[in-house]
């Protein structure tokens, strides 16, 4: 994985973490705070492996050299854990308790591993790859790998379990499918993990060079998965806002020219598709107005009575083709 190729991930993550941050502020949500875990464990376990970002975490004369090793199992793990929380928020019905019980899990695990690292001490080492190769002669950071790699699969199998059976339907089940895949990548990225430190730990024959390759392209194919799953949802409710967009904003200038008083407030932290809906909204609003006003001959589309928030953009999309087709005059 080359570094413009990490950067560009890491800029496409952190881009969408903020803005789930900000969205959480005015709409806190379990699904938010998955995606935010997971965002957050994403990242910092590709910045733990960013050159750059890797010298500055072993700290001046390596005094922290086990910093990028403690951060990226604690990423593997928060990633595990992210997507199983992902999985229970897309349930029908939600039980604060069982996320109440996985979060306090990541939770304990993650000082864990962070205690078992900074116990451990880098015993001089200078590079996290001397560091990698000591560690598996250090009993606290056999057992923190352990917690690491067996909490981040228990994780990955836990999601399969609670999404099952896979649905599609809608933007976020298609963006959980598509994690579905990353997590199953993940889930034998960490076996193979195991595998790797039985061998370097209980027998002579430690893995090769040639053997690390497979968790590469493992980790590889997880991280981009996991990353287009994350966007996807948020992607395509965006590019399907926009095209309503295009297809109202005519009948939304009119209607708010005539009406300019139903026009309202939007926050910019609840996202683009949000927006769109707003003004869908204001559309429904100015044509009752009008209609109360004038009465029905209006030269506008009828505005239906009751219009539920998921489906106003739509509906109102379609009204203003029909607008634009001149099908209401």
Known sequence: MTIAFLLALEVVVATWLATRVLRNQVQPSPTLRAAILTAAS???AMLAVTEPVE???RGPG??????PTMLKHVGLLGCGVGVLLMGLAQRPSHRARTEFVVWVWFAS???AVTTLHVLAGGSGKRTSVEYV????SQPLLVVAMLVAYIGGLVASLGFFVVIWPLRISSPAERGVA???VGAGFAAGWCVARVEYLRQAVWTSDPPAGAD????????????????AG???STAEADVRAWRSWRRFRRLHARTLAAVPAVRRSSDFRLGFDSWVADRAVEVLDALHQIVRLTGPETGFPPAPDHVGRAEVTTVVAQMGRSYDRGESR
């Open 42 to 44: 994403l990242l910092a």
């Open 55 to 57: 010298v500055i975490l």
């Open 62 to 67: 390596a005094a922290t050299v086990w910093a």
């Open 109 to 111: 695990s993650a000082v």
């Open 133 to 136: 190769e000591w560690s598996h």
């Open 178 to 180: 598509i994690m579905a």
């Open 212 to 227: 690390f390759v497979i968790t590469q392209l493992l980790s590889l194919a997880s991280i981009v998965l996991l990353t």
């Open 230 to 232: 994350l966007v996807w």
